[in-house]
């Protein structure tokens, strides 16, 4: 089945020990995003790749960098972890970024957790 | 600011009974509209959308929602709530002509069906 796949579903790092976060796709879009989601709160939007342009949302730290070495797979970096970064990171994919396209598949996440 | 509501953290419902998770929206232009669900630890599944067309929207595991444009809501309900429905959810919009792949979450509803 064609699917978005996260790995690890689950991250446990020190505090200012950079930490990747990977995520991976069979179902061949063109676009994959990272999204931030803190305990009771809705996900937040950090960056997107449309193909291999990258587009950073203003309000994302700089501790936060992203990688797409090809169409399938997508990682986070964080630089130097703090304790308010411990969160599920959701990975998603969609064919496009207008209309019907834009439909967003997401993964399972990875929950970080920072000591 | 474009923005979604969702009034009530929690919606506690008795198991045969009807259901309904209110979502409300803030957006220029027609909007596309989503729900998600979330189950505990995992990633976000899609439910369904509304892009154009009817107004009422039919999705996964028996679901629905209404698009009111006047009202500017885009209510989920069911018929008949299970036990197993119990989770997260999540209402979404992508303005129409928004930024690239931009979604608006609100920030969740706790539905909780009690057998």
């Known amino acids: 089945d064609a699917m978005v796949i996260q790995n690890p579903r689950y991250q446990v790092t020190q505090f200012g020990k950079p930490v990747t976060l990977s995520c991976s796709q069979t179902l061949n879009h063109n676009v994959m995003y990272w999204y931030q989601q803190k305990s009771s709160q809705a996900p937040k939007l950090l960056f997107h790749?449309?193909?291999?342009?990258?587009?950073n949302e203003a309000d994302t730290p700089d501790n936060f960098q992203s990688r797409r070495p090809n169409t399938s797979f997508c990682f986070l970096d964080i630089r130097s972890p703090g304790l308010g970064d411990a969160a599920m990171y959701l990975c998603?994919?969609?064919?496009?970024?207008?209309?019907?396209?834009?439909?967003?598949?997401f993964g399972p996440g990875t929950r970080l957790t920072v000591l | 600011a474009q923005s979604v509501a969702q009034p009530e953290d929690q919606v506690n419902v008795a198991e045969g009974n009807p259901l309904t998770v209110k979502c409300t929206y803030s957006v220029s232009g027609n909007p596309y509209l989503f729900w998600y669900v979330q189950y505990p630890n995992r990633g976000l599944q899609f439910l369904l959308k509304?892009?154009?067309?009817?107004?009422l929207v039919k999705g996964s595991y028996g679901f629905e929602a209404e698009f009111n444009k006047s009202q500017t809501s885009f209510h989920l309900k069911k018929p008949s709530a299970l036990v197993s429905d119990s989770a997260l959810y999540f209402c979404?919009?992508?303005?129409?002509?928004?930024?690239?792949?931009?979604?608006?979450f609100g920030k969740g509803t706790k539905l909780s069906v009690k057998p």
């Open positions: 998603a994919t969609s064919r496009g970024v207008s209309g019907r396209a834009n439909e967003q598949f």
């Open positions: 790749y449309y193909d291999k342009d990258f587009n």
């Open positions: 979404a919009v992508r303005p129409y002509g928004g930024s690239q792949g931009n979604l608006i």
């Open positions: 509304y892009i154009t067309g009817d107004n």
